[in-house]
């Protein structure tokens, strides 16, 4: 039986990959440093914690559901415990594409992260619907690296990665490089920024005299259209004023080079502010 060693395991995230574990095969040891977190485990899961020496004592995976800030000093604290072999699974690319994992050529780092439920789905269960983050009734997709380690172990990190993350969609294979452009890349430089500006943009039509509710309920409502259309969810082409709309609108909110957010020494920045 497989022995993982879950730190972090009352915490927000730890929470959830507590849950879905306890249906799995696996010998899992649970850490937890905070009381709050440790009172969650018992009310909850039923789940009392183990200290770090027994939690790795002969442990094959760790876990590491701790926050970014926090992974490289954890992981540098356990590793003279960790017999050649180990896996050590960080749940963001921040840290180890920042460098802050452990000089350890012997243990095999492998990241996974969720995708979260899409948008747009077919999830008819009314608690799959409101599941939002993903890890308890909506299927998402996930994607995996294998940073170092033998190949063979790529196998083992997306089985538990399939456990934590359940019910899966779909499970991509990336490059710790590749996954840092996902995040912050993608979902947070761009996707999140740009929500946030839509947001404010909503907060200003208010402003202008718009009733609220009509302002929420218009943009919303074509936040799904225009999101089904332009990701090709659905056929469809938009009318010859929204195109000219969007061909004018666009230079007049970004930079030109706005992409550069994608380059290496950006994202290196992006993520050293993070970790």
Known sequence: MVAIALFGAGGKMGARLSRNLQ???YDV???ETGEVGKARLREELGIECVDVATALDGVDVVVLAVPDTHVGTVAHEISPSLKAGTMVMALDAAAPFAGHLPDRPDLTYFVTHPCHPPIFNDET???ARDDRFGGLHARQS??????QGPEDHYVLGEAIARTIWAPILRSHRVTVDQMALLEPGLSETVCASLLDTMREAMDEVVARGVPAEAARDFLLGH???LGAVIFKHVPGQFSDAC???IMFGKPAM???DWKRVFDTKELAASIQRIT
Not at 142 to 147: E, F, K
């Open 23 to 25: 249906s799995s095969d």
């Open 29 to 31: 040891r649970h850490v």
């Open 125 to 127: 269960d009314p608690q």
């Open 142 to 147: 996930i994607v995996n690296a294998m940073m």
């Open 223 to 225: 936040m799904n259209i």
């Open 243 to 245: 195109n000219k709309a």
């Open 254 to 256: 970004l930079r030109d």
